[in-house]
């Protein structure tokens, strides 16, 4: 999950970790990158608006080597 509000992630996390899904969240567009890239996601829950750029710019990186839905 990518998103820069923490209540926001805090309250998908619970609800995905309830539906037994292992949730791991970042913050930013060079947190999500850098988190895909040593654990890459089975999908990906993605906030446009993000404080160091958009969630276009994850979306774009990810492309790159992933097809995780997004």
């Known amino acids: 999950m ?3 509000e923490p209540r ?3 309250g ?3 609800l ?3 539906a037994d899904y292992e949730a791991i969240g970042a ?3 060079a947190e999500a990158i850098a988190t ?5 996601p089975d ?9 160091d750029g958009s969630g276009l710019e994850v ?6 080597w992933s097809q995780a839905p997004i």
């Open 2 to 4: 990518v998103e820069d």
């Open 8 to 10: 926001i992630l805090h």
């Open 12 to 14: 998908l996390r619970a």
């Open 16 to 18: 995905l970790r309830r």
């Open 27 to 29: 913050g930013t567009v």
């Open 36 to 40: 895909a890239r040593l654990r890459p």
């Open 43 to 51: 999908a990906v829950l993605l906030d446009l608006l993000l404080p």
């Open 59 to 64: 979306c774009r990186a990810l492309r790159e």
